[in-house]
């Protein structure tokens, strides 16, 4: 018989500094190689190999191969949640370089969190929705509002083939703005939506993205007021 949970191997894992930036590295959903992360972490690449082991050992992250190369990723869903849960509780690491600050902005004004948006961008979009009465928010939760079929059905989301294992609407405080922004399954939908048609792009060595043009003349018409200031 089991008794209370044990959350100190993971809280272990995650203490150190090392780990705690692979595993960053990953929250934006993709699968990475081990030099990858090791350039990221700022490591040896045998060093690297050292904490991916520990990291899939404790059940944080999963591997993955493709012939001779070996891919890293988040484990599942709920592992991402609790980084993202912890990130809303955690302080922001000082700048030390002009590299880091540059970055530091970026994620700010937008990024992947896994498979949706966060950042001020998608504060403002969560707040277009909002507006448009695709979501409502009542008890300090979201829920699909009178008009999500028709606003999110211009953008090409179908709300009704949402995958039904896990919530359609969730919501999670935004780290970098202190404010409530839209995850759960209309949030990956909507982010997929965004890169498939090039309204946002990645940028490199980070998981922060940047609204295109094309991007923001499409939240204009469809959703006046959501995309942020330039």
Same mark, same amino acid.
């Given at each position: ?5 044990? $959350? ?11 780990r705690?930036a ?13 030099? *990858?992360?090791a350039?990221?972490?700022?490591i ?11 990291l899939?050992?404790?059940g ?7 012939g001779?190369? /070996?891919?890293?990723r ?6 991402a949640h ?6 809303a509780i955690?302080?922001?690491k000082?700048?030390?370089s002009? /590299?880091?600050a540059t970055? +530091? *902005?970026?994620?700010? *004004?937008g ?5 949706h ?9 969560t ?14 939760s ?5 008009r999500?079929?028709?606003v999110?059905?211009? $953008?090409?989301?179908?709300?009704q083939g ?6 359609a ?8 703005? /202190? ?6 399954a209309? +949030? ?5 939506r965004?890169? *498939?048609?090039?309204? $946002? ?5 980070? /998981? ?12 204009a018409?469809l ?8």
């Amino acid at each position: 018989m089991a008794a209370d949970v044990d $959350i100190a191997p993971v809280a272990a894992l995650l203490g150190d500094p090392t780990r705690a930036a692979i595993v960053s590295a990953l929250h934006d959903g993709r699968a990475l190689p081990a030099g *990858e992360l090791a350039r990221r972490a700022r490591i040896s690449a045998s060093t690297a190999s050292a904490h991916l082991a520990r990291l899939v050992d404790g059940g944080l992250l999963a591997l993955e191969r493709s012939g001779r190369h /070996r891919y890293f990723r988040l484990a599942n869903d709920d592992v991402a949640h609790a980084i993202e849960s912890l990130a809303a509780i955690s302080p922001r690491k000082p700048a030390r370089s002009l /590299r880091d600050a540059t970055i +530091g *902005e970026a994620l700010s *004004e937008g990024r992947t969190c896994y498979d949706h948006l966060a950042g001020r961008l998608r504060v403002a979009l969560t707040a277009g929705l909002l507006r448009e009465c695709a979501l409502t928010e009542r008890d300090g939760s979201f829920m699909l509002g009178p008009r999500a079929a028709t606003v999110l059905g211009r $953008i090409g989301v179908d709300v009704q083939g949402l995958p039904p294992h896990r919530p359609a609407v969730l919501r999670c405080l935004d780290w970098s703005v /202190r404010r409530p922004h839209l995850s759960g399954a209309l +949030g990956a939908a909507v982010c997929a939506r965004a890169l *498939e048609r090039r309204w $946002i792009e990645r940028l490199p060595t980070s /998981r922060a993205v940047r609204l295109t043009p094309a991007g923001r003349t499409a939240l204009a018409s469809l959703l006046p007021r959501a995309a942020p200031p330039t």
